[in-house]
């Protein structure tokens, strides 16, 4: 009977720390939401973006 080889992965305790891209893909979410809430305000306002500055 033939066996499947598998790629022994290890674990380094020195690996680095992921919070800084999480922090930036939040942010990066967040600041999605609050272009497409702005969108869709404008659209059903019928208002233009100029009109946000006068």
Avoid: H, R, Y
């Avoid at 380094?12 to 497409?36: G, K, Q, Y």
């Amino acid at each position: 009977m033939a066996t499947i080889g598998t790629i022994a992965m290890d674990d380094d305790d020195e690996e680095a720390s992921d919070t800084i891209p999480t922090v930036m893909s939040i942010l990066a979410f967040v600041l999605s939401l609050a272009v497409l809430a702005l969108t869709v305000m404008f659209w059903i306002t019928e208002k233009e973006f100029g009109d946000l500055f006068k």
